[in-house]
């Protein structure tokens, strides 16, 4: 069992809306940049949005315009809200905290959760 506890997900029509959460502990959500991945069958698991502590946000290419990453220092929850879902974005999501390593590449901190499975499809 990790560290983070994902919800949201289910079976859903293309050009629907999904809200995934993301709830830990507080000292992980407090002290670390949180992202969201998501892994599809036979691929592997990809950062597709990050948000820093203050707020800042950065996305994956793919997911631009349809993906918003926000999150609640109340409820040590983080979201992603997903819009105008597609087929291709059938995928376990998967959140984690962020690390930066000595390349600069930003790396999951800590041990996966279950994921919350995404399937859409008419």
């Known amino acids: 069992q990790g560290e983070f506890v994902e919800s949201g997900g289910g079976l859903v029509q293309p050009g629907e809306s999904l809200r995934l959460s993301c709830t830990t502990s507080?000292?992980?959500?407090?002290?670390?940049?949180m992202g969201w991945y998501r892994q599809g069958p036979g691929n592997q698991r990809d950062l597709l949005a990050s948000?820093?502590?203050?707020?800042?946000?950065n996305y994956a290419d793919s997911v631009k315009g349809r993906f918003t990453i926000s999150r609640d220092s109340d409820k040590n929850t983080v979201y992603l809200q997903i819009d105008s879902l597609k087929p291709e974005d059938t995928a376990v999501y998967y959140c984690?905290?962020?690390?930066?390593?000595?390349?600069?590449?930003?790396?999951?901190?800590?041990?996966w959760g279950q994921g919350t499975q995404v399937t859409v499809s008419s």
């Open positions: 984690n905290a962020l690390h930066q390593d000595r390349e600069k590449n930003i790396i999951p901190l800590l041990q």
């Open positions: 507080t000292w992980i959500f407090t002290i670390n940049n």
């Open positions: 948000i820093t502590t203050t707020g800042n946000t």
